[in-house]
């Protein structure tokens, strides 16, 4: 008789699924628990989170790539985000983002090769007075200068 091993990846969605409940509305919470264990949400785990809620894959797939937080590839340890909205662009944002360029030697959407840092824009984060706005893994910077960037991006481990 055969015996199947279930995959780990399975093991951990079911378990999500039993923490969240296996309705529409657990989607997001289950991707962003995923998103925070793997750093990424792998295609098998769109297709398991999809199979256990009774969704279609394309539904997870179209939440992960409208939310700049979650998703399907693999990223830096660090993500640096910055705003890339009108008020952040009238305070300077376009120095910082050469400083900060500059400094990892990637552009904004690359990850370093040591993994250690991906740059990413986003839109408003709500603090549109004080620009330009950087956002480090959770940890949010107000009034970021080109030199207070570099400062910030050397304290990161
Ligand atoms: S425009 Fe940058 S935080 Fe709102």
Redesign the pocket.
Known sequence: MLVFEKNAMTEEIEQLVAKYGNNRSSLLPILQDVQRMHKHIPDFAQQEVARLLGIHPVEVYSVITFYSFLNTQPKGRNIVRL???????L?G?KSVVKAVERELGITFGETTKDGKFTLEYV??????D????LLINERVYSKVTPEKAIQILGGVK
């Open positions: 705003c890339q909205t009108i008020a952040c662009d305070f944002k839109n408003c984060l709500g603090m549109c004080q620009g330009p706005v």
